[in-house]
């Protein structure tokens, strides 16, 4: 079994292919950086999968790491994972970010690890491990609290916090494992996990430091279902498209681009009732896509579905193999969207005078 797997929930981006047949890691690549994981993906799956001379149609599973870790990260990397599976139509599996750190450590048999990331504020995420299998769940924790959950034993610890940990108890030795998640133990770890269609859930453990305007409700990420839209789907599309933009465009508008060859769409169903909740419609051509339109309904944005959308997208095109420059045009008083695009990697290329008309009713630049 060929398992892709990636990694971006920590200040690094990897992705491996591993083939569990032979144990073996056929290839794979590592960076640290502390951002910049949205733009520095899908050129690497590109990379990573041309060093192991294979397509798309070679691979059996795809993996993900689902944290804990930075906020942005995880769901960077669950979104392209998403998006992967959805375009493939692969199964995906999970492994955390913390099994993944102490699956690196070599150590003999009965000696216990503990892995553990700097949470900042004097607190860490923490999981314990004792013969290669999870003898705790991740938590959140006091910096003070670690020598409880790893008990009076000599542990090896790994992770960002092995230094501090080793410092502060006698009994903690730092590992000298890589202390960030590799996309090779992840898919090394996936490779005996069940794996299926459902969204793959993130492993937050700590609320963000952005506090929403309105209560997170049913609308988190992991709750979130993508699929592909065609020309049937234009009457909601443009339900949605109407409820979010002054000049709506109607459902034979949006057939018309449904039905141009090399169009991509993609649709987010969110809540307790899983109903439609976005989408987005781009098309390919020769060497380059566009990002034609995308719509959030109003009452459900901030809630990462425009993110979840992107990320699909992104990984949608990079199944091709080909390096694509990707185009967009933004209002530039849309100052939301222009956010939610700068932090996905986009810069200006051009201005486009009066293109839109504003909500105001006059002219707009793109």
Known sequence: MRILAL?????????????????????????????GHAEALPAMIQRVMKTAELDFSGIDRLAVTNGPGTFSGVRIGL??????????????????????VAA???????????????????????????????????????LEDAGQLAGSAKTLVAGTASEMLAERFDNLEPSGAEPL??????????????????PVA?????????????PLLATALQQIRLRTASAADAAMLAQIHSASFP??????????LLNMPGSIALVANAGGNNSP???????????????????????????????????????QLSTTGET?????????????????????????CGVRKNYYTGNDGQPENA
């Open 277 to 315: 909740a976005g989408f987005v419609l781009a098309r390919k051509t020769i060497d380059e896509a566009e990002i034609i339109t995308m719509a959030v309904l109003p009452g459900l944005r901030r809630r990462g579905i425009a993110t979840a959308l992107l990320g699909a997208l992104f990984a």
């Open 7 to 35: 990694d971006t929930t920590q200040a690094a981006c990897s992705v491996a292919v591993y083939d569990s047949a032979c144990d073996c890691v056929l290839a794979s690549e590592f960076e640290a950086m502390q951002r």
């Open 202 to 214: 993130p492993v937050y453990l700590r609320r963000p430091d952005a506090k929403p305007q309105k």
């Open 104 to 142: 690196g450590v070599r150590c003999d048999k009965d000696t216990p690890v503990l892995a553990a990331f700097d949470a900042r504020r004097g607190e860490i995420y923490a999981q314990s491990f004792s013969g290669g299998k999870a003898v705790s769940d991740p938590q959140l924790i006091k």
């Open 324 to 348: 694509l420059r990707l185009f967009l045009e933004v209002g530039e008083n849309n100052f939301s969207a222009r956010q939610l695009y700068d932090a996905q990697g986009f810069v200006s």
């Open 79 to 100: 979104a392209a994972a998403r998006g992967l599976a959805l375009a493939l139509d692969l199964p995906l599996a999970a492994a955390g970010s913390l099994e993944t």
């Open 181 to 198: 998640p590799d996309a090779r133990n992840t898919a090394r770890l996936a490779a005996g996990r069940k794996a299926g269609t459902a």
């Open 247 to 256: 000049q709506g465009w109607g459902a034979s508008d949006l057939a018309a």
